[in-house]
């Protein structure tokens, strides 16, 4: 199938490692011209070097916070300076920390609120003028599995992505008639290091050892195995691509089939 990304132009958060570099590097394959931003430096800027490399694509690379709306904006202007406009955009940033709810202080909130919620408002605001100029665009965020199922240890992030979630299926409705889509990509047990650290802060309060919590947390999925980035980004690639031309306000569930919610 050819998913209509070829010159396409791809703005991935978060996107030096993990779930956002394997979206990055599925719309590369695809023969989009794609743009990573993530706070870390030099990583973001070799993670750019080796899709490029594996790719062939045209890729840039921007160290940006995704707390802050300028950092945000510098990376839309050098977008659009290097490739004339975006076309398609992933809203992603770290999770905020483990804990119950007597483990978070205001401070604590706050800062989960800017991270997770605040950010995707802020990035998203940064390129619709550049998809309105262009006739649309498609918006993907990647939020967990928590907006339909709590997990336990995880309230920060159970609130303020299940926040996202909703603000992605508002603006579905509100974007739609200038052809923007916007569609939710949810994560299960994905081998990457934020899983891996989550399994980690699982043992040291347990005690039990990682490696019988990772066993046991794999036993879970009915596919018997976690998912690997690759798989996870082609997942997003597809919602980003024209072959999803009819798809909007939608959550996109890659957990192999451990999710028992209905809906």
């Known amino acids: 199938m050819d998913l209509g990304l070829e010159g396409k132009s791809i703005m991935v958060a978060a996107a030096s490692r993990g779930l956002g570099y394997g979206i990055a590097d599925q719309v590369a394959k695809e023969g989009a011209r794609v743009s990573i931003a993530a706070p870390t430096e030099p990583r973001v800027h ?58 978070f202080d205001d401070e604590a909130w706050q800062a989960a609120y800017e991270l997770t919620l605040l950010s995707a408002v802020r990035m998203i605001r940064s390129v619709l003028p550049s998809m309105r100029e262009r006739g649309g665009g498609s918006i993907v965020t990647v939020t967990s599995s928590s907006v339909k ?47 891996r650290g989550l399994m980690q802060t699982q043992a040291d309060r347990t005690g039990v050892p990682f490696e019988e919590i990772s066993k046991a947390r794999a036993a879970t999925v009915p596919l018997a195995r976690f998912g690997e980035a690759g798989e996870f980004g082609q997942a997003g690639a597809f919602l980003l691509s024209d072959a999803a031309a009819y798809i909007t306000g939608e959550t996109l569930v890659i957990d192999g089939g451990a999710m028992k919610t209905v809906w």
């Open 46 to 103: 070799e993670s750019a070097q080796r899709l490029r490399e594996e790719t062939g694509a045209d890729v840039i690379s921007c160290v940006f916070d995704a707390r802050d709306e300028k950092s945000i904006a510098r990376w839309r202007d050098a977008t659009i300076a290097e490739f004339g406009g975006v076309d398609g955009l992933v809203v992603n940033a770290g999770g905020p920390p483990a804990g119950l709810f007597d483990d």
């Open 149 to 195: 199922e709590p997990i336990d240890m995880l309230l920060l992030s159970n609130v303020m992505r299940s926040g996202v979630t909703s603000l992605a299926k508002s603006l579905s409705q509100q974007l739609a008639a200038e052809g923007i889509r916007v569609n939710n990509l949810v994560p299960g047990a994905i081998n990457t290091d934020r899983l």
